[in-house]
């Protein structure tokens, strides 16, 4: 079994799932699971409906949903003949839902009413794509994966209870006789049948999650570029592509900002040893990266920038040290208000953290450490981290920066300067 995920790009048009649907043809013999994303922009469609219906504009929430809701007729419309009727009821009767809730008033909180609706940009997708597939006689079944991912009420960031849906997802592929089964990326459902999402860019992770519950043979990521690049094309003009990677080498780009992969995505694959690959979908023939458990040798430098960082001066207010009850007190802090540094630099009497800029969190940061320190507060910073860096690739990208803290090991060099 191999497990397939579509992102949003790759489904954005009706060129673009009749693009899908020829590559599926081309596997139609294996058995397949298919994650999609929402369309193009639509997780950022539906947002804007939350957000409004949460401030109290119903009007023009409805507005904005009836906008997102005819992009997926009309593509409905152009994809399916004989599918169409039976399509345009699926649909209706997920527009339907969203539509009674945004005839009420607010009770809950915001992350719940965003997850509520938000989670129907992969249900429109996947019931559209699956129609389709049908049409061009590929035969498939289409799961409301909120039957089966259980997760947590942490809502916009669930948590997935794998004890619950480790069996229910198994079943549900399992017992379904023909080869390929359709279902949606980034969302879940509690124990009281409230929709929950994953996170922006969940979808990645579902799909290592059912590769890793599945045991599959593989799991392949479907995207828009040739495979992973030593870093990103629009800011580094000589990136390559690496045609091989090892599971840590892609923990740490993604965790440090790298936007190819959901950081998320490859503790379930490390976990039962399942490669990634990362293809291109305009040209399935290229070969595109593979992510695995070898040792790699000979990695060109990996370049990764993550934007608006902010920089945390912390400075004993008496010119004590920083022993270890205000370093324990720290850490604390960090745990209640659920902050994490991406770089913490220690010295006698003072201290920096580096992490990224949430607002409010940053605020209630500063209030709590201003009982312990002097706290002084930078933003608007770039954290560049440089993995397998040489002296060629640190006189390139860093002598012209203004650099405020610099840290290095041997095999990665990161780097605070302004934006
Ligand atoms: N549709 C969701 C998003 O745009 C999830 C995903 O694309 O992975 O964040
Ligand atoms: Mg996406």
Not at 42 to 60: D, I, P, Q, W, Y
Not at 333 to 346: A, D, R, S, W, Y
Request: charged letters at 25%; aromatic letters at 10%; a negative charge.
């Amino acid at each position: 079994m191999k497990i397939f995920k579509f992102g949003g790009a790759s489904v954005n048009s009706v060129e673009r799932i009749k693009n899908l649907g020829s590559i599926i043809k081309s596997y139609n013999k294996e058995k397949l699971v298919i994650i999609i994303s929402a369309m193009g922009k639509t997780t950022n469609g539906l947002e804007k409906v939350a957000s409004a219906f949460f401030k109290g504009n119903r009007e023009e929430a409805l507005e904005l949903f009836t906008a997102v809701k005819n992009q997926h007729l009309t593509t409905a419309k152009y994809l399916l003949v004989l599918q169409y009727n039976e399509c345009i009821q699926q649909l209706n009767d997920f527009f339907t839902e969203v539509e009674w809730l945004l005839h009420d008033k607010p009770v809950r909180n915001f992350d719940y009413y965003y997850d509520q609706i938000v989670c129907t940009g992969e249900l429109f997708s996947t019931c559209i794509i699956s129609h389709y597939l049908k049409e061009e006689k590929i035969n498939n079944q289409w799961l409301d994966v909120r039957d089966l991912l259980r997760t947590d009420n942490n809502f916009r960031d669930a948590g997935v209870q794998f004890e619950f849906s480790a069996p229910r997802i198994s079943a549900a592929v399992n017992e379904y006789a023909g080869n390929i089964t359709i279902t949606q990326g980034f969302i879940g459902a509690t124990d009281d049948n409230e929709s929950t999402t994953l996170g922006r860019e969940g979808s990645d992770y579902t799909a290592a999650i059912f590769a890793n519950i599945l045991n599959a043979a593989e799991l392949t990521i479907w995207k828009d570029v040739e495979g992973v690049m030593n870093a990103d094309p629009k800011t580094y003009q000589e990136a390559q592509l690496i045609k091989e990677l090892n599971f840590n080498e892609v923990i740490e780009m993604a965790y440090y900002g790298a936007q190819v992969i959901h950081p998320k995505t490859i503790k379930p694959l490390q976990n039962k040893n399942i490669p990634l690959l990362v293809k291109c979908f305009l040209d399935p023939s290229l070969e595109g990266t593979i992510i695995h458990h070898k040792h790699i040798k000979n990695l060109p430098p990996i370049i990764v920038n993550k934007d608006h960082q902010v920089l945390m001066h912390l400075k004993t207010k008496d010119f004590s040290f920083i022993g270890e009850e205000p370093m324990s007190a720290l850490y604390q802090i960090f745990g209640e208000i659920k902050v994490k540094p991406n770089l913490i630099q220690t010295g006698a009497i003072s201290l920096q953290l580096c992490l990224d800029d949430h607002n409010e969190k940053i605020g209630l940061l500063a209030e709590k450490c201003s009982e312990m320190f002097d706290v002084q507060v930078e933003k608007s910073l770039r954290l560049i981290t440089i993995r397998h860096y040489d002296e060629k690739i640190i006189q390139e990208l860093l002598s012209s920066q203004f650099i405020l803290l610099q840290q290095k090991t041997r095999e990665t060099i990161q780097t605070i300067c302004r934006m």
